[in-house]
């Protein structure tokens, strides 16, 4: 469904990071596989280990995290729409899973202007509705006010549970999870058009 422009601008949008503003930072199979665990959430992994284990694992995902942060590069568009944002006075805040170090180094890198960046070690982690709504707080938006861009099922289904409205970034992709956004780009040069063709 090709996005519409809607008639009024949000005072807020929120966006997901890795495979967002940013091409995909994380081999998640590599880190998995670096740190003995199976497939499903590494952070839900990590969460049932303890002790010496858990440390060495975390060193495992930071290194990675870090190395992938210094080395990450936009998504096309990205710098374009953040200007767009800012120059119709809408708020910017990131959402992710991510380590704070690692979203601190990606936005330092690239000089992004991100008004409030929640990370794992703020909230818990999306699909919790918990961390957008932190941002909301943060920023002194309302939920019904606020977009959230993502590329992820967890995006989606957090923006849905915190009553935020859901932009699927699609990549060209098929969507290959049940939770349903309110609309859906391609890339952030789609997005930008929207934000750019609404008066
Ligand atoms: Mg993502």
Redo the contacts with the bound molecule.
């Keep these: 469904m090709p996005l519409k422009p809607p008639a009024i601008l949000p005072a807020a949008v929120l966006f997901?990071?890795?495979?967002?503003l940013t091409e995909?930072l994380l081999d998640f199979p590599r880190i998995r596989a670096d740190m003995g665990i199976g497939p499903g959430s590494i952070l839900a992994a990590l969460a049932d280990m303890s002790g010496p284990a858990r440390l060495a694992a975390e060193a495992i995902l930071h290194r990675h995290e870090d190395e992938a942060a210094g080395r990450s590069t936009l998504n096309p568009g990205c710098r374009e729409l953040l200007e767009t944002l800012s120059s119709r006075g809408i708020l910017v805040g990131c959402i992710t899973l991510n380590s704070r170090e690692s979203a601190r180094t990606v936005f330092q890198r690239h000089g992004l202007p991100i008004e409030v960046i929640i990370t794992r070690e703020d909230a818990p982690p999306k699909p919790s509705p918990e961390p957008l709504c932190g941002a909301c707080r943060r920023l002194g938006v309302a939920e019904a006010d606020t977009w959230m861009v993502?590329?992820?099922q967890f995006?989606i289904e957090a923006g849905a549970a915190a009553g935020i409205r859901t932009i699927w970034l699609s990549h060209g992709k098929q969507r290959a999870f049940h939770a349903v956004p309110w609309r859906e780009v391609r890339d952030l040069w789609e997005l930008d058009q929207i934000f750019k063709g609404i008066e």
């Design positions: 997901d990071m890795d495979g967002t995909p993502g590329d992820g995006d």
